[in-house]
């Protein structure tokens, strides 16, 4: 088998050199126009983007996270949240700086919403080939997830180190806003095996309130990562007054269904202040109703962010069965075969087991 520093040579992504950003236009008098996501950013020369990642340069478009890593850690799958990708294994997960949309209740502000006028996040320069050879190295991770804050705005980085570490069968999860224009998110998905896509809410004014972006994109992207048949869930962050309708969360869990399918796992997440948004958490009551409500359109449904081991377990949807037991982050496979089906009735709960 050749070794892995003979592959890397193998390779080298086009148009990329050093720290040039992928997906932009130059314009006259030295700007650019980035193309990455739908912000679609007219940047001046020595500015940066909207989000505080991707800067001009002498009219090229520099990444400037570019192995810049922020957070390390190895996580729990179910941590990303993960429920049904390798249920119960580790990932190493990795993270940088900055974020392309806004959100007042951002819960990793501390990291996404780094304004570069002020003191820089500590950060430790670990280049693509390391990165991918550390994780293909460790066996106790089956791969490399790219969270903490926004992935899309080290799309290079992401992109390079995915390849690499899919060289040697290694899996590769994003855990993204999904604001991210087609053309790029199609490259993506040659090398990303697995997707949670934050679903903010169900209508455009509350991204345009909270987190300063629109609300169409993030639709178009839930469904290409659905129709390109890379594993999907989804995660709603139940806010209230801002996103706590019930007959809109309704028509939310309805057109997951119709769009991605009813076993697509969607998770609920109870609020607590954070950030700018400074208002009283999610009443569990509230995180009750919306679970009951979405599972009457989808399979699999759980609560996060709450003190209940009921609503963190995998139910067969066919027999009603207890196939898998959560608490916290450690799982315990009660009622599921090896090949991932229903001990009690055969039924596929997991196509990555």
């Given at each position: ?116 006028r002020k003191p820089p996040v500590p950060t430790k320069t670990i280049q693509p080939e390391q990165m991918a050879e550390n994780v293909i190295k460790d066996i106790s991770s089956i791969g490399l997830a ?188 009660k009622g599921i075969n090896d090949d991932g089906c229903c001990k009690n009735c055969g039924t596929k709960i997991f196509k990555y087991y």
């Amino acid at each position: 088998m050749q070794k892995f520093s003979e592959k890397a040579k193998l390779w080298k992504l086009s148009n990329h050199t050093m720290n040039e950003a992928s997906y932009y236009t130059k314009l006259e008098n030295h700007e650019v126009q980035c193309t990455l996501c739908p912000r679609m950013c007219i940047i001046e020369e020595g500015r940066f983007g909207d989000c505080h990642a991707r800067r001009n340069r002498n009219g090229v478009l520099s990444s400037e996270v570019y192995s810049k890593i922020a957070a390390i850690n190895t996580d729990p799958i179910e941590k990303k949240p993960l429920y049904h990708f390798y249920p119960g294994s580790k990932i190493t997960s990795i993270g940088t700086t900055g974020c392309n949309m806004h959100c007042s209740f951002c819960q990793n502000h501390t990291l996404s919403q780094v304004n570069n006028r002020k003191p820089p996040v500590p950060t430790k320069t670990i280049q693509p080939e390391q990165m991918a050879e550390n994780v293909i190295k460790d066996i106790s991770s089956i791969g490399l997830a790219y969270t903490y804050n926004e992935p899309t705005v080290n799309y290079e980085y992401m992109l390079e180190t995915a390849r690499l570490v899919k060289m040697e069968d290694k899996k590769t999860a994003m855990i993204s806003n999904g604001y991210i224009n087609p053309d790029p998110l199609h490259m993506l998905l040659e090398y990303i095996d697995a997707f949670n896509i934050d679903l903010k809410a169900f209508n455009n004014g509350f991204y345009k309130k909270y987190s300063k972006s629109t609300f169409k994109p993030v639709l178009k992207s839930i469904k290409a990562i659905s129709k390109s048949g890379k594993h999907l869930e989804l995660t709603n962050l139940v806010i209230p007054m801002a996103n706590s309708e019930k007959e809109e969360f309704e028509e939310m869990c309805k057109w997951i269904a119709g769009e991605t399918g009813k076993d697509t796992p969607l998770h609920l997440s109870r609020f607590f202040p954070r950030y700018e948004l400074d208002q009283y958490p999610t009443p569990p009551e509230m995180m009750f109703d919306f679970f009951d409500i979405a599972r009457t359109h989808l399979n699999y449904v759980y609560l996060g962010n709450i003190a209940t081991e009921l609503h963190s377990n995998t139910i067969c949807p066919s027999c009603g069965k207890k196939v898998v037991e959560r608490t916290y982050y450690h799982i315990a496979p009660k009622g599921i075969n090896d090949d991932g089906c229903c001990k009690n009735c055969g039924t596929k709960i997991f196509k990555y087991y």
